[in-house]
């Protein structure tokens, strides 16, 4: 069964959410995750900015309104989080593919008519599944919550779905997980909740509850021999076909079909660390200083007058509609001995460089706190004399993007490999006990846009001194085409061109006169 506790933690999602009356064994696994729950909230609050938008006590502006503790709002983690996922896809081509490349090796580590069907199956369902979307999402949520999920679904009665399969990226929020000790990549136990409407559980799952605010809680259980839904603490029957299937019910698969994706490093802990703990303190420090700057250039801009030798009431006289000179008195009325009246404005120093070099300086520690650099803002830093040197100034945002695929490329493997044992033990699309044996393979894209004039003329002058192969040379060049197939086109072009210059040279020795063709 489900935990209450659990629920009751969710609960605050939904103003007046009543978890349903379930029971759950505590235990170690539980209290990481409350603790990892905590964490969530506190980093989306600052992904959101919402931890910037924070009032201080009761204090008011001038026009009444509540008072922010960093009125400017600068919040570098969203440019952070944008930068690191440009990275980890790189110059992805504007197709409809997912944003990474899929393809499998058979266990001597080349490829053959299993191998491209596989690619094809697991390639069709991240197409229908919203692919490259979802894979985006999850990696921008992954920069600042530490990971994300992805679960394969087995959903035979989607008419949207060619193999009956698609893949779901659940925020990392709504996953209870209970890792395997021997194998972090492995699910002893998962629990999945979130909120959906009671109109949605009545017409999907024919459960009728009341709900609070109109939503109930989505609960699903998953262990190694079982799986269990529950819709408002209900066990849901649904029917297939013509048999009815209550949803508490022996795991088909033998697993637990979730995937966790971490975000490096994961060290000490089965969760991956995002950004928010090493940047958030550079960030409150530098809505601070940024305030500060604001505050000094507005009273620069609007100096305090002062007054002296005034001794009678100070008046205001309009001159024209538009302009009023102030009246000090007359200088009879001044004592002996005492000055003129006069007012001017207090002198004050403009910002000077230490404000700057300092707000600089915590932009900087906040890039290095981020794996960033001033390249990766587009910032020019001096001559660009070459793509090594772009690539070497680029070298923190792109080491730690390798870390990041590095992660990836090990959970989509896991995840490719989950749903190929799915279709098989489902007897679905074709898939058979040979395509699971089958070795999967994550391609990835340039981080960086590649010099194309430079790249082709170096591989047409290798081509030519026989120091690269035909098909290496279109791998290096590839714009995202599978390179086999784009192989087997650039034959078919070969052939069609010497099929073409055998007719020519058949044409001119027809023609009378003509001299026979050199052998």
Known sequence: MISTTILNNLADL???????????????????????????????????????????????????????????????????????????????????????????????????????????VINTIWEESNGREIQLEAATVSQFLGGCYFIPRWEP??????????????????????FSPADHWTLEEAWLMYFITVDEAKSRYGVDVKGVGGKVIYAEHWTKDMYEIQIGGQVPTMKVGDVEMTMRRENPFGFVPVVYIPHPPRV?????????????????????????????????????????????????????????????????????????????????????????????????????????????????????????????????????????????????????????????????????DVHTKLKPQVGWYSMLPLDREALVNEMVQRFSMNLVSR???????????DIAEEMTRIAKDLEEDMERQVEIMEAKASVPGAPAPKK
């Open 14 to 120: 939904t103003v007046g959410a009543t978890p349903p009356p379930l029971s759950v064994k505590p235990g170690p696994p539980l209290t990481a995750w409350f603790n990892q729950a905590q964490n969530y909230r506190k980093w989306w609050r600052w992904y959101t900015g919402e931890e910037l938008r924070r009032v201080d006590g009761n204090a008011r502006t001038d026009n009444g309104e509540p008072a922010y503790v960093f009125p400017l709002h600068v919040n570098p983690f969203k440019w952070i989080a944008s930068k690191h996922v440009s990275a980890l896809f790189g110059d992805v081509p504007d197709q409809n593919d997912c944003l990474v490349r899929v393809s499998f090796l058979n266990r001597s580590g080349t490829k053959d008519k299993d191998c491209e069907y596989a690619a094809d």
């Open 268 to 432: 000490g802990t089965y969760y991956g660390m995002g950004h928010v703990d090493d940047v958030s303190g550079l960030v409150e420090e530098l809505n601070r200083r940024l305030s500060d700057v604001g505050d000094f250039i507005d009273e620069v801009s609007h100096r305090m007058l002062v007054m002296r030798n005034v001794n009678s009431k100070v008046s205001e006289q309009k001159i024209t509609p538009r302009y009023s000179s102030i009246n000090l008195g007359s200088g009879s009325a001044i004592a002996s001995g005492k000055g003129e009246p006069e007012i001017y404005q207090l002198t004050m120093e403009a910002t000077g460089s230490a404000q700057h070099d300092f707000i600089k300086m915590i932009l900087e520690m906040i890039d290095r706190s981020a794996n960033l650099s001033g390249v990766a803002h587009g910032m020019d830093e001096g001559s660009q004399r070459s793509g090594v040197t772009l690539a070497t100034r680029m070298w923190p945002l792109a080491a730690h993007a390798k870390d990041e695929r590095t992660m990836w490329t090990t959970g989509l493997r896991e995840l490719h490999r989950m749903t190929l044992k799915m279709l098989a033990i489902k007897n679905a699309a074709g898939i058979t």
């Open 471 to 481: 098909e290496q040379a279109v791998r290096m060049m590839h714009d995202g085409s």
């Open 157 to 178: 009665l989607n008419p949207k779905l060619t193999y009956g399969m698609r893949f779901q990226m659940v925020l990392p929020d709504f996953i209870v997980p209970i």
